[in-house]
């Protein structure tokens, strides 16, 4: 089966740790994405990937750090220096990073809590 | 940059009657929009798209959205509703962010259907 994984569902911290979000796709999509949800506020981006080695910031990337070592794989660390970290929070791709037509497929989600 | 306005937080209405989602972008050369569902504690799925070519677009699950460039707005419908389709709906709107197309949500509309 194809598709985007997130773990793990839920994840607590302490106040002061960094944390990282593990996402990984099978569908050799070139383009990845974080977005950050939060109630009554829907989706913002966070880091956003258009191929291997290459990030680029999103909306709210102040407190967040990505990598983009291998195709499949878009970890996402939430450092000690994001003020209010707790959220959910969602990793998606597309085929294509520019071309917009396509839609972005999205993993099933980390919910973040800051102790 | 773009934004999106879904007008209604919240919707509640009966089991089996018609429902209207409202979503208003701002303008643009080139647009493409999408509708996502949300169920709870889960990532976002595509219920359709609107790229080009016919302004009534029709989607998974019996939804159905009609793209109005004049009033630039993107509104989903369902002609009669179920209990399963209680659920959060974002609007999307895809435009060109530097050398990539990015996805603008709107902050979402609750769905809730009664019994």
């Known amino acids: 089966d194809g598709g985007i994984t997130q773990s793990p569902k839920y994840l607590f911290r302490k106040e002061g740790q960094n944390v990282t979000l593990s996402c990984e796709q099978n569908?050799?999509?070139?383009?990845m994405y974080w977005y950050r949800q939060d109630p009554g506020q829907g989706l913002r981006l966070i880091y956003y990937?258009?191929?291997?080695?290459?990030?680029q910031k999103g909306d709210i990337a102040e407190g967040y750090s990505v990598s983009r070592e291998k195709k499949e794989s878009f970890p996402l660390t939430v450092t000690s220096a994001q003020k209010n970290p707790t959220a959910f929070y969602l990793c998606a791709s597309s085929p294509q990073p520019s071309g917009g037509r396509n839609e972005q497929f999205f993993g099933p989600g980390t919910r973040l809590t800051v102790l | 940059a773009q934004s999106v306005t879904q007008l209604d937080s919240q919707v509640p209405v009966f089991e089996e009657a018609p429902v209207e989602l409202r979503c208003n972008y701002s303008?643009?050369?080139?647009?493409?929009l999408f509708w996502y569902v949300q169920y709870p504690n889960q990532g976002l799925q595509l219920l359709l798209k609107?790229?080009?070519?016919?302004?009534l677009v029709k989607g998974i699950n019996g939804f159905e959205a009609e793209f109005n460039k004049s009033q630039t707005s993107f509104h989903l419908r369902k002609p009669s509703v179920h209990i399963s389709d209680t659920a959060e709906y974002f609007c999307a709107v895809s435009d060109q962010v530097g050398s990539a197309r990015q996805l603008t949500f709107g902050s979402g509309t609750q769905l809730t259907v009664l019994p």
């Open positions: 303008s643009s050369v080139s647009v493409y």
């Open positions: 569908l050799n999509h070139d383009a």
């Open positions: 990937s258009q191929i291997v080695n290459d990030f």
């Open positions: 609107y790229l080009s070519g016919s302004t």
